[in-house]
């Protein structure tokens, strides 16, 4: 007799774990390992050229930052990180828009700033520690 359809789909997937054999548990666990990562959370400053944290920390891997430039911002912001070998810009958003920034970084300290204009000049930087 078959099975009722309601159980074919979660038997059909613990068979091609279990067909894959270790491979498929690596790859269960990379994903379990990503969903578990919480995502950073950065804003600009309404009324300044600034970001509301100067330092962040994180776990090594892939880490993302949300960064949200608030409404009754008075210019357009970004973030960016540079630091052992990485140099990424995430996307530059006017005021009341979000942007995510996701990057894949080992151990060390990592510098967050705001790509746009002279606004890293002006104080829009912090440090980011990935452990």
Known sequence: MPYPLSLRRPLAGAAAVALLGGAGLAAVHVAGADAKTKPLHLSAKSKS???????????????????????????????????????????????????????????GTYTFYCPVGNHRAQGMVGKLVVK
């Open 49 to 107: 050229i600034a970001y509301n944290k100067v330092r962040l920390t994180a776990t090594h891997g892939r880490i993302s930052i949300v960064f949200n430039n608030p409404n009754g911002s008075i210019a357009p912001h970004a973030v960016a990180i540079e630091g052992h070998g990485v140099d990424k810009d995430g996307k530059i958003v006017t005021a009341g828009h979000k942007s995510t920034l996701t990057v894949t970084l080992k151990k």
